[in-house]
């Protein structure tokens, strides 16, 4: 399994970024995917995760409203839309696969993650 994570950069407070997670060497549709992110000196926490089909989504309380998980099947690849985005959310921001098609928050329930890609927000 490989997942490539990629869409950071440096944006100022306020503004958008997308993150897109491409996997390969899985059959995508039986999946769920997860999004966490580190900041330096942080433990990893969870960001959003999605289910198989799209159809469930779960969020942190620190980005609901701001950020939106997605998923396109046809390509074998989860989003990560980040609006109104603030100081506090710079971190590497991890994708990972969960081997079952309902989502978790859990770190631990996920068995394959991506190398990760570095959002700054400046303020």
């Known amino acids: 399994v490989q997942l490539q994570a990629s869409g950071g950069g440096l944006v100022q407070a306020g503004g958008s970024l997308r993150l897109s997670c491409a996997a390969s060497?899985?059959?995508?549709?039986?999946?769920?995917m997860g999004w966490f992110r580190q900041a330096p000196g942080m433990q990893r926490e969870f960001v959003a995760a999605?289910?198989?089909?799209?159809?469930?989504?779960y969020y942190a309380d620190s980005v609901k409203g701001r950020f939106t998980i997605s998923r396109d099947n046809a390509k074998n690849t989860v989003y990560l839309q980040m609006n109104s985005l603030k100081p506090e959310d710079t971190a590497v921001y991890f994708c990972?696969?969960?081997?079952?098609?309902?989502?978790?928050?859990?770190?631990?329930?996920?068995?394959?993650w991506g190398r990760g890609t570095l959002v700054t927000v400046s303020s």
């Open positions: 999605i289910g198989n089909t799209g159809g469930t989504t």
């Open positions: 060497g899985l059959t995508f549709t039986g999946v769920s």
């Open positions: 990972a696969v969960r081997r079952f098609w309902y989502p978790s928050r859990i770190d631990t329930d996920y068995a394959n």
